[in-house]
Nanobody, 122 residues
Framework: QVQLVESGGGLVQAGGSLRLSCAAS????????MGWFRQAPGTERDFVAA????????QYKESVKGRFTISRDNAKNTVILQMNSLKPEDTAVYFC???????????????WGQGTQVTVSS
């Protein structure tokens, strides 16, 4: 089992930036694929981005391509989501996810963090 703790959410104006971090711990966390989902009020949890265990492969939701960047630091067991050019529609609770493969992460079948709120004002 992997334990995940997110940090870095907050309130920002449209066009601004935020950096989310997720610290992973657990027996197999170093080799796990990791990713981010988000959930706005009244909607389902939605995939945002994922990175493979080695960090060489990334995937993004179409609407965040070119604005968000996912990266990982395996020495620190941490995954980062750098969010630039934020829009009000990016407002949501952002959840970190981890799993043995990228497919497990992107389909929402892995482990979850508790979430961190991101609010973008217009």
């Amino acid at each position: 089992q992997v334990q995940l703790v997110e940090s870095g959410g907050g309130l920002v104006q449209a066009g601004g930036s935020l950096r989310l971090s997720c610290a992973a711990s657990g027996r197999t966390s170093v080799n796990y694929a990791m990713g981010w989902f988000r959930q706005a009020p009244g909607t389902e949890r939605d995939f945002v981005a994922a990175v493979s265990g080695g960090g060489s492969s990334t995937q993004y939701k179409e609407s965040v391509k070119g604005r968000f960047t996912i990266s990982r630091d395996n020495a620190k067991n941490t995954v980062i989501l750098q969010m630039n050019s934020l829009k009000p529609e990016d407002t949501a609770v952002y959840f970190c996810a981890a799993g043995a493969t990228t497919a497990i992460v992107t389909t929402g079948q892995g482990s979850w963090g508790q979430g961190t709120q991101v609010t973008v004002s217009s």
